[in-house]
């Protein structure tokens, strides 16, 4: 059989098609990107409840009180999620999709229904269009219109188009052969028979297919989040690749909800625009009767609601929107430069207030600010080895005693900022005959044997368990249950509520003493040691660089009453809104800004090249989210803007090498994406290594006990059942694996390397893991898995994975030339791995749709960091 | 006043190389086994739907094309408005000729002179009633006041005056068919072409539609092609009826005509069934073949058109042969009761035989008569 080199055509027609109709997908891409701008612009500016309340009056105008009521909320729902934003770009996309489609559709499934010939050339093409599956025609869309909204929609219309087409040429050629004949016998033109007498009988199965379109490009919009269309499509891909569900299934159900409203709206709208369907609509109402929750308004009515509506709309966009300029402009005193400074911090209360409201302070004072979360240990790590610019949560001398004594020498004390502070186990105030230490004793059986702990890396803990517990003749009683603050709490709160007995490691200052009737154990014998001062520490040499954010530090002290008041604004905000809190609690305590950070300086330079709009894609991967909006962050200081697109390796690729995209940073190379680097090379420039050394490897969960190795898993396959899980095949990983891996430790015959993607691989992971299961998974580092699972990197004796790859940043063939400025910083930057791992973490604690704030939380954690990214 | 149709010598032919096929089935004519050739192309996969039909429509005339389906009837009268474009011959109307005029005139021709009414009504179920009369003149662009004034009329006309405003799906079979020819006649065409108009309503109600057209015919002379399969219908219809077969018109004359000079067995076939005394009149009864003095008595005399069951009743009274008068009492023929019984019997003509034992003498003495 002949070797038929389609591939081969297919490249060669696209690439023709490239060099000779560039003009036509240029004049298509301006249509599809104005066309979304605009309704995008439209959907964006009003206030999100009002534009509810106009989605809440159509359904109101077209199905009645219930769907409007109904509408409203669900659209309500949408912004409480937080997804509002996102949903609108969705919206946008759908529409304007949704109205091309039809321009296009209702045109051509007439025809069909007028010809036979045009009707069996369109079916097999419609059949094509609506089965081949979408990532087959998404990355050629950004060969051909670049990245953004154009290659969305254009993928939305491909799929959307079909039934468009379809129901129209069926409602026409089911219109009644006489009925056309009648309208011929009185001598009617086509055009009037098809305008007067075909498509009015064929309107409802064309609204059936208006509506089908609509849901096609709905399902479409979500996939086209790949090529860094954004919207809801972005939420859900970027949720599966972080594997947070919770945020999956959120962005599911804004998207859910907006189907439903978008279906049942279509229908309506087809038996108004329908003269059957007015009739039937009429006849069931006649029949029903009048009833409120079914009761509808004249359309005169819902036109002078929407416009209503659309008015105040309107008029609070302009004023919201003015206000917003004026804030974003009067940053003013512009201390920092865009200098970045990271801020490395503990999630305990006072610990994330002190970091927010620095990084607040310094942004305010034009630093880039980031702030990392970490564990108290590698907190101390990242700090002496220069990662982290600063912490504010150091509790000395007893607390964090064992890491001053460990890297006290790298590390520079900025001096206390809050001295009232006091570690202790803490009861709820109910428990009448419990109120020391020693009431303990004994009383295990009431506490169930437990004391419920908090992070077990917490100097408290380890406090607790070697010295507290002893002193008071505990240990033998009681079990100190590792866990976290948050579970913590929660269980504080569970067994506070139902009066239950509990007994928790807790610390002052805390907002649960606000919040609770809570009973601190006295210590008698002073085994906590003397209270500690929480002091902010820096890595050695801070204050050289950023003499003037360590004098502020220096001189920064806080009152009980003012650190509470913080702490209980933030806990109130919830989590991913801690600056927001800082915020609110800054307007009501003015003058802690000046009075904390008094300013000197003057403001920071906006290079020229600043005014172009950056096109940065990024991949939904820890690192790159935090890269991207870490530079973001930092990039904006400086003036400039940038618009990210979240998309896949393949099309970013293909983006950067058509000039559609300018950077991406997160190129692993020379191996793992060598496949699309060698593709492309001739368009794009690697601008360096921010990052190193990655590796890759496969990983088994540690409770795996003698598998350390590669060689190991020889004969272990009865094990692992056979199977390596893997991710997305054609991933440079997947091929060494494949190709190199297992025939080096001769295991090709005995597992299979299974082909997934990464969600599922790590899906599988936590399956495994929650189950104490064996597992085999191919994995990478730096990953957030290895920080919240416990996991063993195999060990590779024959450099089977061969060397390392470095993460780099590269760019297309013009940025050098259009930001030699932004060239030179990016060739400088580097990130260690404490600074991305933490960077990762904050971002994934707050959650997706926060990470600018995380990305600012860690700057203020790392102060310097803006001046090191942006001298 | 309305005019002449002519059809001449047309063709219908569905399938490839259909002028090819016309050109056999002429020379098959010539041939004379017709049938033939028809059933040749079939097998070729070329339906030829109407052979050689020609024929002439009166001012003011009903007439009605008759045949089962398949026959070819509903594509004969799609080509004299021009839906279905013969393959050969002329549609004349009117001194136009039909099947020369451009796209845009032939509408025009739709527009004002054809209507036409439909088996299955073809109502527009997305217009009222009244926009239904209304749309022959929507479509000549007659403005608005005056289009609902004449749908209006065109109602009362067929007995919907008060229905103006209903939509067609609240009305029975009979008042959608009503509907039907009110939206035909709004347009005051010449020419009303009538699809099987009735063949879809219940029997008494076909009646009553039928009895309303012959009605509206006598006040507005329209010339009709009328198509049925049912043969009852277009002898009560029909000034002349067409029978038509395997797309052939194999005979055209009156209902009498047909019914007593049947042109081949397939028509005496058909005819067979039909009730005879309700088709049969005086005129087609009678011997012309008169002395003169028969209606010089007294006694009751029946016109050309006294139907033949009350001829029978008349014969039944009178003790001699009844006498045939016209208008102005001319005498036009007589009828005796021998002939009267011969016809029911579908034997006319006959000489009586004669009898070996003559119990009464006045059959005789009718024949002498005679």
Redesign the interface.
């Known amino acids: 059989m002949p070797r038929i080199p389609l591939g081969d055509w297919v490249n060669s027609s696209v690439d023709w098609l490239l060099d000779n109709v560039s003009w036509l997908f240029t004049f298509l891409k301006d249509i599809f990107t104005g066309a979304y701008d605009g309704i995008n612009a439209v959907l964006q500016a009003p206030e999100p409840l009002l534009l509810a309340g106009i989605f809440a009056v159509i359904a109101f105008w077209l199905r009645g009180t219930f769907a409007g009521v109904l509408s409203f909320v669900g659209f309500a729902f949408i912004d409480s999620l937080g997804l509002w934003d996102n949903a609108m770009v969705t919206l946008a996309l759908l529409l304007v999709a949704t109205i091309i489609a039809l321009v296009v559709s209702v045109p051509v499934g007439i025809w069909a229904a007028r010809s036979d010939r045009v009707s069996a050339f369109v079916r097999p093409v419609l059949d094509f269009m609506q089965t081949l599956p979408a990532m087959i025609y998404l990355i050629p869309a950004i060969l051909f219109f670049g990245t953004g909204s154009a290659p969305g929609i254009v993928a939305t219309l491909i799929f959307a188009l079909a039934p468009g087409v379809r129901m129209t040429e069926l409602g026409i050629r089911q219109v009644d052969k006489e009925l056309v004949e009648a309208a011929e016998a009185f001598g009617t033109t086509p055009r009037n028979t098809l305008l007067r007498v075909q498509l009015p009988l064929a309107l409802p199965t064309v609204m059936a297919g208006v509506n089908q379109v609509i849901m096609l490009g709905l399902s479409m919009a979500a996939i086209a989040g790949m090529v860094g269309t954004g919207g809801l499509g972005g939420d859900v891909m970027e949720s599966i690749g972080q594997l947070n569900v919770g945020l999956g299934a959120e962005a599911g159900v804004a998207i859910v909800i907006l189907a439903i409203y978008l279906d049942r709206m279509t229908s309506a709208l087809g038996t108004h625009v329908s003269p059957l369907g007015r009739r039937a609509a009429a006849k069931a109402r006649a029949a029903k009767g009048l009833k409120i929750w079914s009761y509808r308004p004249q359309p005169q009515v819902a036109v002078i609601g929407i416009v209503i509506l659309a008015l105040v709309a309107g008029g609070m966009g302009m004023f919201g929107g003015g206000s917003d300029d004026a804030e974003a402009a009067g940053g003013g005193k512009n201390v920092g430069n865009g200098k970045k400074v990271s801020i490395g911090y503990i999630p305990w209360d006072e610990g994330v207030a002190s970091t927010f409201l620095w990084k607040e302070i310094l942004e305010q004072r034009g630093f880039e600010v980031e702030a990392k979360q970490f564990e108290a240990g590698p907190l101390y790590t990242a700090l002496a080895q220069g990662n982290i610019d600063f912490q504010t949560d150091s509790w000395l001398p007893t607390t964090h005693e064992q890491y001053w004594k460990k890297y006290g020498k790298q590390l520079e004390d900025l001096g206390s900022w809050y001295d009232e502070t006091s570690l202790e186990l803490t009861v709820p105030a109910y428990m009448k005959d419990v109120n020391s230490l020693e009431d303990l004793k004994g009383k295990a059986d009431l506490f169930g044997g437990k004391i419920t702990g908090i992070e077990p890396s917490a100097g408290e803990m380890n406090l607790l368990k070697s010295k507290i517990l002893k002193e008071y003749g505990l240990d033998q009683e009681y079990k100190v249950v590792d866990s976290s603050t948050p579970a913590m709490l929660a269980e504080l709160k569970r067994a506070y509520s139902k009066q239950e007995p509990i007994v928790v490691t807790l610390w002052s200052p805390h907002w649960a003493y606000n919040d609770y009737k809570l009973k601190k154990l006295k210590d008698p014998k002073g085994a906590w040691g003397k209270g500690d001062g929480v002091h902010s520490l820096s890595r050695k040499g801070f204050s050289d660089d950023n003499p003037v954010v360590a004098k502020w530090l220096k001189d920064f002290s806080m009152s009980e009453k003012q650190l509470t008041s913080l702490e209980a604004e933030i806990n109130k905000a919830g989590k991913g809104q801690q600056q927001e809190a800082v915020r609110t609690w800054l307007k009501a305590n003015p003058g802690v800004v000046d009075k904390l950070a008094p300013v000197e300086g003057g403001s920071g330079a906006t290079p020229a090249e600043a005014k172009q709009p950056l096109d940065v894609a990024w991949f939904p991967w820890e690192e790159d989210v935090a890269v991207t909006y870490l530079w973001k962050n930092v990039l904006e200081r400086r003036g400039y803007k940038m618009n990210l697109k979240q998309m896949d390796v393949g099309p970013v690729y293909t983006g950067l090498a058509s000039g559609g995209i300018d950077l991406n940073f997160d190129a692993w190379l020379p191996h793992a994406q060598s496949n699309y680097w060698n593709k492309h090379k001739d368009n794009l420039v690697d601008l360096g290594t921010w990052y190193e050394p990655t590796s890759l490897e496969i990983a088994v969960p540690s409770y795996v006990k003698d598998v350390k190795s590669l060689a190991d898993l020889k004969g272990k396959s009865d094990l692992f059942d056979g199977k390596i899980i893997g991710i997305e095949p054609g991933t440079g990983q997947m091929q060494l694996v494949k190709n190199d891996v297992m025939p080096a430790y001769g295991l090709e015959d005995e597992y299979e390397v299974v082909d997934g993607s990464t969600p599922a691989m790590l899906a599988e992971l936590k399956r495994a893991l929650a189950k104490k299961e064996p597992v085999a998974v191919t994995l990478w580092s730096p990953h957030w898995a290895y920080s919240d699972y416990d996991l063993t990197k195999l060990k590779d004796p024959k450099k089977a994975f061969g060397e390392g790859n470095t993460i780099r940043t590269i760019s297309s063939k013009n940025f050098p030339e259009q930001y030699p400025q932004l060239t030179k910083w990016i060739k400088n930057f580097k990130m260690s791995e404490d600074e991305l791992g933490s960077l990762e973490a904050e971002i994934k604690d707050r959650g997706q749709g926060h990470e600018e704030e995380a990305v600012a939380a860690w700057l203020k954690e790392h102060p310097d960091m803006v001046g090191r990214m942006t001298p | 006043m309305s005019a002449r149709l002519e059809a001449e010598n047309l063709y219908k032919v569905f399938g490839r190389k259909p002028d090819q096929a016309v050109e056999r089935l002429r020379q098959g004519d010539v041939r004379e086994d017709q049938g033939d050739v028809r059933e040749e192309l079939r097998a070729d996969g070329t339906t030829a739907a109407v052979i050689d039909a020609s024929f002439t429509v009166e001012p003011g005339e009903i007439f009605v094309v008759m045949g089962l389906s398949g026959s070819g009837k509903s594509t004969l009268l799609r080509m004299l408005?021009g839906?279905s474009e013969p393959t050969a011959g002329h549609v004349r109307f009117g001194g136009q000729d039909l099947t020369e005029l451009s796209d845009r005139e032939l509408?025009?021709?739709?527009?004002?002179k054809?209507?036409?009414v439909?088996?299955?009504f073809?109502l527009?179920?997305?217009?009222s009633v009244r926009d239904n009369a209304a749309?022959?003149l929507e479509?000549?662009g007659v403005p608005r006041a005056e289009r609902e004034r004449r749908a209006d009329e065109a109602l009362a006309l067929c007995g919907l005056a008060g229905w103006e405003k209903s939509?067609p799906?609240e009305l029975s079979g009979g008042m959608q068919q009503r509907v039907g020819l009110a939206?035909a006649l709004a347009?005051d065409a010449d020419l009303l072409?009538m699809d099987e108009s009735f063949s879809a309503l219940d029997p008494l109600i076909r009646r009553d539609m039928q009895d309303q057209l012959l009605d509206l015919q006598k006040t507005l002379k329209k010339t009709i092609v009328f198509i049925t399969h049912d043969l009852n219908e277009a002898m009560r219809l029909g000034d002349r009826i067409a029978v038509m077969r395997d797309g052939r018109i194999v005979q055209i004359g009156t209902a009498q005509d047909i019914l007593i000079r049947p042109a081949n067995d397939y028509v005496a076939s058909f005819t067979k069934d039909v009730d005879r005394s309700r088709v049969l009149t005086a005129a087609a009864v009678m011997e012309t073949d008169v002395r003169g003095d028969e209606a010089d008595c007294d006694c009751e005399t029946a016109l050309p058109d006294t139907p033949f069951s009350e001829l029978c009743a008349i014969s039944a009274r009178v003790p001699h042969a009844v006498a045939v008068v016209d208008g102005e009492r001319r005498l036009v023929g007589v009828v005796p009761a021998q002939r009267l019984i011969g016809f029911l019997g579908d034997e006319d003509d006959v000489v009586p035989g004669v009898c070996d034992s003559p119990r009464d003498k006045g059959g005789k003495k009718v024949i002498s008569r005679a």
């Open positions: 408005n839906l509408r025009e021709v739709r527009s004002k054809i209507s036409m439909f088996q299955h073809a527009f179920p997305h217009r749309y022959g479509v000549q939509w799906d939206r347009t072409l």
